[in-house]
């Protein structure tokens, strides 16, 4: 199951998020919309992707993966086809809506309820391995993309890589996630005051999580976070693009992209040395500082190729780590009571700012009539994400009940 999930986390990220970088440009080229409404169509998707988020983690708790991220993947080859044979732009855009819903049933958090619920005390094991394998997502597509692009145009391109999609993703995932789901472990009632007992915990816990998100150090959490976002996957979304109005070859823009992607995977081996000597604290100022730096490299007008890998793999290296940073913002901070509520609260604006991010950097670069203006705009909006992470961890141990 873990090796099946491994190869279509990587199969879905790379055709469904990653491909697109790479073909924005050729897409905005060959029908005359604009970058602008090109990207504005995929954010569209992404946001779909983060709005049905609840409602597909419920059915997850009730019926398991199997039906989530078999239905996904099909509704994956529907979106594409769609993209691929528009006629016009309404149709494009419905296009990456329908992929929108695929990405709800096809990436991490499906695949992540999975190893949870079947792997028991190793699923951080499994956690760990699927999310190494899905960062080379851009890795490998990204190169794989751009070198279709030599047989195929835009369109023949989304039309092999839903193929690929269908051939290998519905299948797998008909078949490997086909064992019982079982029940969710509730804990032990064992008492005849239970149902009492557990129904006052369950009003102390949401009385508790009302008090921590009404912190100062809540909100900024979820500030920063959600700053952090926007400027990580504008500069990201955005970089093939840029490079190719810089002058940069198209192949060798694809390969930096993918590039990045290895950055991530090296970030995220080396996270449990930054854990286990550094404070939270310490934690979110390199790593956004990282971040905040690197971005604002990219607005530098060059073309040399190792500078540009470079800063790539640098980047790739600050948003594989602050994913690992997202993943534990809660119990670094307050510790694991409450924590679905209090994750899923900040959860939501930070994905929709990271749905809406490739968009707002194609429609900055508009705006201010330059790439390099863009990034250094986001490579603020980084810093402030720092800052505001920085301030929002709380005096006391994070393992304190008692929100600050």
């Known amino acids: 199951m873990l090796t099946g999930l491994c190869t279509t986390q990587i199969i879905a990220w790379g055709i469904l998020y990653y491909a ?88 991490y958090p499906p695949a992540f309820a999975a190893v949870m619920r079947w792997y028991g005390h190793r699923r951080v094991f499994a956690l760990t391995v699927i999310t190494l394998i899905g960062g080379l997502a851009s890795t490998v597509f990204a190169p794989v993309t751009e070198a279709l692009t030599g047989a195929f145009d835009w369109r023949g391109v989304y039309l092999v890589l839903a193929v690929v999609l269908g051939v290998v993703a519905i299948p797998v995932h008909g078949l490997v996630l086909s064992r019982p789901w079982p029940a969710e472990d509730r804990g032990p009632r064992d008492h005849d005051d239970a149902e009492t007992s557990l129904t006052d915990q369950k009003h102390s816990d949401t009385a508790y999580a009302r008090r921590v998100m009404r912190s100062p150090a809540y909100l900024l959490m979820t500030v920063g976070l959600t700053l952090g976002g926007v400027s990580m996957f504008a500069a990201m979304i955005n970089l093939v693009p840029m490079l190719i109005d810089r002058g940069v070859s198209s192949s060798l823009a694809a390969w930096i992209l993918g590039l990045g992607g290895l950055g991530q995977v090296v970030g995220r081996l080396f996270y449990w040395a930054m854990e286990r000597h550094l404070s939270v604290v310490a934690r979110h100022m390199w790593i956004y500082g990282l971040l905040a730096v690197s971005t604002a490299a990219l607005a530098v007008d060059a073309t040399n190729p190792v500078w540009l890998i470079f800063i790539a793999m640098v980047a790739g290296v600050g948003r594989g780590i602050s994913t690992l940073l997202k993943a534990t913002a809660i119990t670094d901070r307050w510790g694991p009571r409450a924590y679905g509520r209090l994750s899923g609260v900040f959860n939501a604006p930070v994905m929709l700012s990271i749905a809406l991010a490739p968009a707002l950097g194609a429609w900055l670069a508009e705006l201010l009539g330059s790439w390099e203006l863009m990034y250094l705009v986001l490579a603020g909006i980084g810093a402030l994400a720092m800052v505001a992470l920085i301030f929002s961890v709380p005096g006391r141990s994070p393992s304190a009940e008692q929100p600050q």
Request: hydrophobic share 55%; no cysteine; charged share 10%.
């Open 20 to 107: 697109f970088p790479v073909l924005s440009a050729r897409i905005a080229e060959d029908t005359g919309w604009t970058t602008t409404s090109v990207t504005v169509a995929y954010s569209a998707g992404l946001v779909v992707s983060a709005l049905l988020g609840i409602p597909v983690g419920k059915i997850l708790d009730r019926r398991g993966p199997r039906l989530v991220m078999t239905a996904g993947s099909i509704l994956g080859v529907l979106g594409l086809v769609t993209v691929a044979s528009a006629a016009n732009y309404w149709i494009f855009l419905t296009g990456w809506l329908i992929a929108g819903v695929a990405m709800a049933g096809n990436l």
